[in-house]
């Protein structure tokens, strides 16, 4: 997939989450999405569906489905995180791991650790880059 494809992808899901009051963030690695969704249940359904059936996605899996107390995500309609050289070796690793893991995993558990970690510090990251430009 191109950068722009994946800029103009990022920009639709931005907007349409905006609107069904979804927050997360997507990873574009080795020709794979990780991509994490916050939000109410209905919209979260809806927005899957939607994913599942557009033509362009395969082998969709599902990583982790639980209540959360908070979103991880709060600011961000669908932030497109870049992984750094160093992640990318174990977030490609993580990604394997899963795909030999059969259906009877936890869903409470994170499969990611490493991933998930990498996308909320991102996110942080630029939370205190936006916090510090509107404090000037």
């Keep these: 997939m191109k950068q722009e494809d994946i800029e103009e992808l990022v920009a639709t899901a931005s907007h349409n989450n905006r609107q069904l009051g979804i927050t997360g963030a997507l990873l574009y690695i080795e020709n794979s999405f990780v991509q994490v969704l916050e939000g109410e249940d209905a919209p979260i359904t809806r927005l899957l569906a939607t994913i599942e059936s557009d033509p362009r996605h395969r082998n969709m899996r599902i990583l982790s489905d639980r209540t959360i107390d908070f979103r991880n995500f709060e600011d961000w309609s669908m932030a497109y995180v870049k992984p750094d050289p160093q992640d990318s070796s174990i977030i490609i690793s993580e990604l ?16 990611l650790p490493h991933t998930f970690a990498m996308m909320q510090h991102l996110y942080e990251t630029d939370a205190t880059l936006q916090r510090a430009r509107s404090n000037t």
């Design 96 to 111: 394997q791991s899963t795909s030999s893991v059969g259906g009877d995993e936890d869903p409470i558990v994170m499969p």
